[in-house]
Every structure is written in structure tokens, then in C-alpha cells.
């Protein structure tokens, strides 16, 4: 009894809370794959600047940065739930090298004496992750657009 009461609590929450659709538990199809990277993207380029940039030290940026981790986290774990689903062990692995370099970095936004050149580091380790998945999986270009090599998805 108390367990169908704390599957419905979850469900209510997970289908009310301002956040829900940020969840990558919902990347169901190429539609949502999509989006779900681009908001990886979003939050990541912010990210990304953040840490080169002079304000680093501030506390406030490093909060910002943690929130927007976390979007990256939530976005390439739905993503890599999407692809565990489809048996697709390869690209999942890539995301799991991607999801290790966040969790790193984001130790290193929350430590109580920032160290910006490790913050540094960290990051071009992100966008390293991000870069060789994209070598292998992504095809297109910014000019027309971005779309998932035939053989990923379908
Ligand atoms: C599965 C491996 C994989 C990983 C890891 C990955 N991506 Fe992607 N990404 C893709 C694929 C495939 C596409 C093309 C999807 C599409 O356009 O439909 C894509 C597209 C994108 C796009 C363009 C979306 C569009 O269509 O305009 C952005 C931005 C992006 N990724 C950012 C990132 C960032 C930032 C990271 C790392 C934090 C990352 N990605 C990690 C596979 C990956």
C-alpha cells in the first residue's frame, strides 16, 4: 500500500514539477534526441564560457554552473537510457565517458577554493567527450544542420 501511494507521489511529480521536461528519461525518438542535445548544448556553452571567463571565481558563476551541469547530466542520461534501450552498447559508452568528465568537473565547481585552471582542464575534457561522439555519430554541418548517422536511431 505504501509503495503504490509513493509510485503515485512519483508519478504526480514527475508529470507536475516545472523541471519535469528536462528529465531525459523523456528521449523516446529522433524528435527528442534532438532536443535533448540541444539543450545539452545550451547549457554547455554557457558552461564552457563561464569557466574561461574572468568572473570564474565568483561564487555565483560556480552556482550557475552547477545548475547547468546538472541539465547537462539529466539530458545525456536520458539520452543514454534511450540508447541502452536500443542495444546501442557503443554510443552509450561515449556517453558514459561524457557523463565521467561532467561528474569531474562538477566536483571541481563545488570545491570551497576554486582552482580555474583545473576547472580548465575539466572542461576541454567535456567538450573532448562530446566532440569524438559527434565524430562517430553525428553527421551535417551548423550551416544545414545536424542529424544522426543512418544506422543510430533507426
Ligand atoms: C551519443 C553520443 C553523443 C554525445 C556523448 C554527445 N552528442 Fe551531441 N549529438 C549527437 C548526435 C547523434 C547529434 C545529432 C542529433 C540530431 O541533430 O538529430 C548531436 C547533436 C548535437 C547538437 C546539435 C543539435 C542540432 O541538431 O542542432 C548539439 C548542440 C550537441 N549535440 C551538443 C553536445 C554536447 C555539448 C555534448 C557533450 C556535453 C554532446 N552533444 C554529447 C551525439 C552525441
Redesign the pocket.
Same mark, same amino acid.
Given at each position: 500500500m505504501r509503495a503504490a501511494w509513493l509510485v503515485v507521489a512519483a508519478c504526480v511529480c514527475l508529470s507536475v514539477c516545472p523541471g519535469a521536461q528536462t528529465l531525459g528519461s523523456l528521449v523516446q525518438d529522433?524528435t527528442s534526441?534532438?532536443a535533448a542535445?540541444?539543450r545539452?548544448? =545550451?547549457?554547455?556553452?554557457i558552461v564552457s564560457r563561464a569557466v574561461e571567463g574572468p568572473s570564474y571565481l565568483l561564487n555565483s558563476v560556480r552556482g550557475d554552473g552547477l545548475t547547468r551541469l546538472d541539465l547537462?547530466r539529466e539530458n545525456?542520461a536520458g539520452?543514454r537510457a534511450f540508447?541502452l534501450g536500443r542495444e546501442?552498447h557503443e554510443?552509450?559508452r561515449?556517453?558514459d565517458?561524457?557523463l565521467a568528465a561532467?561528474a569531474d568537473l562538477r566536483l571541481e565547481f563545488a570545491m570551497a577554493v576554486p582552482d580555474q585552471a583545473a576547472a580548465s582542464g575539466l572542461s576541454a575534457e567535456?567538450?573532448s567527450?562530446?566532440v569524438?561522439?559527434?565524430a562517430?555519430?553525428? =553527421?551535417?554541418n551548423a550551416v544545414q544542420?545536424?542529424?544522426?548517422?543512418p544506422g543510430?536511431?533507426d
Open positions: 529522433g534526441f534532438e542535445m540541444l545539452t548544448g =545550451d547549457a554547455w556553452e547537462v545525456l539520452i540508447l546501442r554510443a552509450a561515449l556517453v565517458e561524457a561532467v567535456v567538450t567527450a562530446c569524438a561522439c559527434h562517430r555519430y553525428r =553527421d551535417g544542420g545536424f542529424r544522426p548517422r543510430l536511431l
